[in-house]
């Protein structure tokens, strides 16, 4: 048991302020200490880099072999391989344990995605009894449609704002001495982009046939 903040030595004591650095513990709450010394933890997440490269050009790869698909194979390696890479080159400047704050954090814009798309499908699916016929918004109810106004805007409005913004912040968080440990997690905000993506492409045919026309 080590203190989160600092990695200071916590075993045998009872909870309380951490003695080097002062962030209160408790022995019976997990999420208030680490078990992992600096060096197992960036261990870890070496593993965990390699993990999502292979499943991220396992992505690609499902998406390239067919022509109609070439560019969502394309946006995945240019979200995921930019992500591997602030993820890798994070590691070393990691110096206390991964927040799981942060971790669901940078997780946001990936769940936006897939799922104003997925509640999108589902509602659609439920509403008409089936995938449209044809494009368009013909025959849909009034609250089918309001939610595919929603989905279409949280689908690429927070992606546009993260493609502007993200190179900025690598650089803003590699300079800035104190936030540099924000590089990895940027990485873990793309990759779960990339992935996020991906997902929404595996979804029905008559669902995606609509999406994109
Ligand atoms: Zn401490």
Redo the contacts with the bound molecule.
Sequence with gaps: MR?S????TLAGLVAGP?P????RFDPADPGTFTVLNGFEHRQRQMWIGVAAAVLLAAVAIRFSVKSDTGGVAMLVLMTGVPGLLAFFGGIPLLRRPLSTRLVAVSMIPAIILAGSFYTLAIHMYLSLGGWPANIGNAGFSSPLNFHVEIAQHCFWFPSLILFVTWPIAVVVFAVVRRWQAGVHYLGIVAIAWALGFGLTQLGPDGFLDWWWD
């Design positions: 203190c903040a600092c990695e200071y951490c080097e650095c002062g962030l």
